[in-house]
């Protein structure tokens, strides 16, 4: 269970939905830096990655239009979220694909516009509470993952485990987590893609979540908020990086 894949790199990523960056955040010592031993970055709202980028973080979209420009009013394209210095961006996350109807051909599309423009997509996947108990979370990230292009990030996410702001909801286990993970690395193309968990990561389950074999880093809603925390998750990355290390 604790046999880390060689040359594991963990990514730890804020998504900051729709609130404001947390206080610090643009500080010599903002803990939303990139550390030597870990990536991290961050995903504010589009109003907010010009100051995130100015501040020298790694900064990526929580959405984008595939198609580069057009009349989409209120909509930002994949290729302007490169071209504004963002190197990621985030595909089908769930509360998109839930109020903006975005499907898994549609994220497909972002996700191939975006290796195109020269970002990291994240694709996120992940299965109902509904859909667990039904037995069918296999099968509903396989599909969601059918058309998607190999040399992306997953971002495995259920949506279940999903805070929605309440830091008391559990994450998954890490056996369940650890489960899909390695199922979801079986159905990928390139193996060492990088595959990070989200729902629900805190300071206090990430160092579980984290020595999964299986799970590449996080990406943190709720925590991703409350600086302190969200360094505790870098730190522990961290820690577990130089333990693979020496
Ligand atoms: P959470 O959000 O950490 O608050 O559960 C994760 C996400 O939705 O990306």
């Not at 504010?44 to 929580?62: E, K, M």
């Not at 060492?192 to 160092?207: P, T, V």
Request: with cysteine; charged share 25%.
């Amino acid at each position: 269970m604790l046999t880390p894949m060689p040359n594991k790199r963990f990514l730890i990523a804020a998504n900051w939905k729709m609130h404001s960056p947390p206080p610090g955040f643009d500080a010599a010592d903002s803990p939303y830096k990139t550390e030597s031993a870990v990536d991290v970055a961050v995903f504010p709202s589009f109003i907010d990655l010009s100051r995130c980028i100015s501040a020298q973080l790694i900064t990526g979209g929580q959405t984008g239009r595939p198609e580069p420009s057009g009349a989409l009013t209120g909509d930002v394209s994949i290729a302007q979220l490169k071209t504004v210095g963002c190197r990621y961006v985030l595909c089908g996350h769930s509360e998109r694909r839930k109020n903006h109807g975005e499907t898994d051909d549609y994220v497909a599309q972002q996700a191939i516009a975006a290796l195109e423009a020269g970002l990291h997509p994240i694709v996120c996947v992940g299965e109902t509470a509904d859909e667990r108990k039904k037995g069918k979370q296999h099968d509903v990230v396989k599909k969601q993952l059918k058309d998607i292009p190999s040399g992306i990030i997953v971002a495995y996410e259920p949506v279940w485990a999903i805070s929605g702001g309440d830091p008391s909801k559990p994450a998954a286990s890490a056996q369940d987590a650890q489960d899909m993970h390695a199922f979801i690395r079986s159905l990928l193309p390139d193996k060492a893609m990088r595959i990070l968990y989200g729902g629900s990561m805190n300071g206090k389950n990430c160092e579980e979540l984290l020595k999964c074999p299986d799970i590449d880093g996080g990406l943190v809603g709720g925590a991703s908020l409350k600086p302190e925390e969200f360094k505790k998750i870098v730190e522990v990355a961290v820690a577990l990086e130089k333990n693979y290390e020496s």
